[in-house]
Structure formats: structure tokens, C-alpha cells
């Protein structure tokens, strides 16, 4: 045997359609991030006690609690022993028997069928109709690890399996959240990107999406358009008229609707409301009633963000009835998704009812964590928009504020010379001096020129208070430190400095020509000397005294242009 080990897998032979895909909510920020908490721990002194991460959507991981009731159903799920105990309330062990009941062998540890358990389903198909007002159909539920299973499956129908300008074109909007970017590399599919109008609290133009397809068109075979709403990272949240125009556009273009409405019970601002796709499509009667449509919701978010229990359904209207054939042998294969993780969606869908002993609990529990992110969303708003040098729309939904730096030319020019985009440079920065862990807008996209960051909200009020103060003062500092002068403003000002210098220069010289000249004719006259030598001097002074103006004009032209 040879002592070296040839790899099968090296970095020439890794799919490189693994390498190229970024997620920048877990990106080097984050790494840092970790490594700055292991040397705290190992003692080492930084200039604060310890990492706050406000990187990523993790309810639980800053401080929010379970919802009681979920928890009691998933325990009483897991060991059904419990269900003789008097410790767990009577609608809770009905939930958890309901369940069990529709489980092979009566157990949570047997396969369901591939979609999903169908009593989960037939919950949340009546939690849309509830929702929507309009009937939904158990057979377009599917169950699946999180809504980003769901997102992975959904695309991988609408793939091409050809490359060039074969493969299929997915719009998605930017900023974006990441899955989409590196599922769409993974997939070897075509990403048609299209910017969010951050001047109009992110709202979606048509016109922009008509131009991002028009462009792509020439490149891939556009199949389908991703939105994002409630938006992250932005926080937006879309009104009935701007969805009502999306669906037009997608009628128009022949795409598939992927809706991601995870943050749907994540709503802050006065006035927005969450409407869902389905809803507004079915509102609009035919045809748009008949074009297909996935909406993906997660067990991650909303008031319990449950995500480490990875529930999450799609559901999935007006397949071709060949394709939902293709579509559920498709979700066979995987198997299944958790069935502890369908038990989660199953209590959000399905929550305890009034009268219920576990009814008034549930209640007071999920609306205090709603009124809690609701009083952070505004408070975040509001503080980041006090901040010289930052602007940041209203946090109108979902969990993250994505505000808007405004970086000095010199912190520009520091961050490239680090060969680091101007907002990770930022962001590492705010990470070394007070420990505050975000993600840099580029994580995202963002126009070409902007920089942002993302921040969640998650933090619980008295820590996130902190955490922003810390930032303010980080904030300042770094548009101090960087708002000096510039390689680049240094020579601007040496150019303006040489022309005001000619500038007052020039004429004293014409003065002394003319004196000069002056002299001279004054000596020729009382020499006697001939008129011709006078003409002469004459025109000497007269082009002496153009070519000085004339260079004066320029210079001055100069100086109103550097
Ligand atoms: C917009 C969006 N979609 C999908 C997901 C994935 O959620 P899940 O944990 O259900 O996979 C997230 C998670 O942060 C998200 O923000």
C-alpha cells in the first residue's frame, strides 16, 4: 500500500457547483464570530465580555421560549407513557392521541407516508382555507424538512436538466435570501435577478421585473419567480395591489409563482397586513385562479421558531395532474420529512381551542412574543434612522432591520486594500470591537454601490438596547476614523492648489510684461525710433495679454470641474 492517499475528492474534482454557492447568514463573519467566543472562553481580553449573534433567524438561540403547548404535544408524541399522566392539560393529549392515531404502529418513530402525515395535512389545508377564505385540498400539502425542503423540491421540477441557454431561469429579488442563490448554483439553473425598490420601503416594480426578464431572456428559459414576503432581509411587506401585479407579470411570462410567506405571522407595521398569493390569485378569478402556484410556510418562524425541529410544508396548487404524479414519487424517494417536525406544523395549524385548558396559555404566550418583535421592530427603526451616516426602512414584517450604511471613501479604499467588500470590512470591524455579529449586505446582493447589513430582532429588549448603543458609538467612530482624507482627495486638492497658485500667478506676470513693455516702447519713443517697432511691441502685448486670459479661462474651467 502506498503511503499517499490519493482523494478521490479534491478541489479540481468537487462538483463545482457545491464551491460556488455562498451563505453568508453562517458566512467568515460568523466563523469569526465562533472563534472570538472560543478565545473568550480560553480567556483571552477583547474590548467586550461576550459575541452577540444577531446573524441569524434562531428564535430559540437568543432567548425566546418554547410555546408551551407545542412542546407538551411533541413530549406526549414522543412518549406516549405520558399520556397517563395528570402533569399534561386534556386538549393536549387528545392533540398528541390525534396524531399518534394517524402514525404507523402508533408511533412518531414509523415512516409516513412520503407528503406527510394526511391528518397534518387536512389541518393545515383548513388553516389556509380559514386563512384565505378559499377551499384547500389535503393532496396539495406536502410536509417537508423545513421550508427550504420544500423550496429545493419545488425548483428541482422546474429544472431543464440541460445547461447554456437551455437551463432554467429562476427571477429571484435582491436583496434575496441566500437559499435561493445556492440552490440555484447547486442546480446549475440561471439566477434573473431583480432589485427590490429600496426608495419605496423595497416594494417590487413591475417595470424593474419586466427589464430583469427581458434581459435574461437571450441566456436561460425563465420558468419561475421567487417572492419573498414578508421580505428578508428587508422587512417588507407587500400590499394586495403590488402581489395583484406580480401574478399579472408571471401570467404574462408563463412562470411558475414560488411564494415564501414563512414570516406571515411576522407583521409589525400599522396598516400592512399579510395577504397571501393564494388568496389574491383566487380573488382574481380566471385565468389567474388556474396558474400554479407553491407557497412555502415553516415551523422556523412566526411566534414559535421551532427550527431546529425542521417543519415546514408547501402547498402546491393547480400541478398538472402527470407532474403532481412525478412530484409526489419525487418526494418518495426522500422518504420523509420529521415526523416530530409535521407534529410542530400540526399545533401551529391547529392550535388549542377557546374553552381548552391549554386555550388562554397559548394565547398570552404567542401574542407576547408577537408584541415583544413588534416593539423591537419599531424600536430598531427608529434608532438606526437617528444614526448619521444610516437609513433604514421601516422593519414592516418578518425578523430583520437592513439598514443602509453610508461608508467614507477612505473605508472604501481600507476595505479593498484588505480585499474584503466594503460592508464585510464593516461588519468585521463591528464584530472586533463589540462583539455584535451581523451580516454584510453583500451576503444578500444588493444594488451595485449600496452597502447594507442584516440585523435580526431577535435579541430580548434589554440586551438588543445595549447592543444598539454599543453599535452607535462603533458607528461613529468608524465614520471618524475613515473621514479624513483620501488617497484620492489628496491629489484633487494638490491639482486645486496648482491652479488657484497659476490662477494668481498669471496675471502678476502679465503685469510685469507690460511693464516691461511699457518701458521698452517708452525708451524706442525717446530714442526716436521707427512707428513699425512700436506696431510690433504693440501686437506683442495684445497676444501676450489673449493667451494669458485664455489660459485663466481654462484654469478656471479646471478648477469648477476637480
Ligand atoms: C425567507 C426564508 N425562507 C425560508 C427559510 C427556511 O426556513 P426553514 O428553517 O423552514 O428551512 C428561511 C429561514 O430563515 C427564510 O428566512
Sequence with gaps: MGSKT????????????????QYAVRGPVVT?????????KAGLKKPFAQVVKANIGDCHATGQKPIT????VLALCTYPELLKSNEFPEDAKSHAKRILDGCLGQSIGSYPESCGLMVVREDVANYIAERDGYPADAKDIVLCTGASDGIKAVMTLLLTAKGGTDSAGFMI???????YSAAISEFGAYPIPYYLNEKNKWALD?????????EAKPNCKPRAIVVINPGNPTGSVLTKENIKDVIKFAHRHKLFIMADEVYQHNIWAEGAEFVSFKKVLQEMGAPYNKMELASFMSASKGFMGECGYRGGYAEVINLHPEVRAHFVKFASVNLCAPVSGQAVIDCIVNPPKPGGPSYDTYIKEKNDVLAKLKEKAEFVTELFNSIEGIACNEVMGAMYAFPRIYLPEKAIEAAKAAGQTPDSFYCFALLEETGICTVPGSGFR??????HFRITILPQMDELKAVLDKFKDFHLGFLAKYKGWTEESVSIAIIIMIIILLLLILPLLLLVIIIIIIIIIILVVVAAAAAAV????VVV???VVVVVVVVEVILLLLLFLS
Design 32 to 40: 469569526r464570530a465562533t472563534e472570538l467566543e472560543n478565545e473568550i
Design 206 to 214: 413591475v417595470s424593474e421585473l419586466e427589464r430583469a426578464i427581458a
Design 6 to 21: 490519493e482523494n478521490v475528492l479534491t478541489m479540481d474534482t468537487l462538483n463545482p457547483n457545491v464551491i460556488e454557492p
Design 173 to 179: 429579488p435582491i436583496p434575496q435570501y441566500p437559499l
Design 541 to 543: 502685448v495684445v497676444v
Design 69 to 72: 403547548y407545542i412542546r407538551q
Design 446 to 451: 444588493q444594488e451595485p454601490g449600496t452597502f
Design 534 to 537: 512700436v506696431v510690433v511691441v
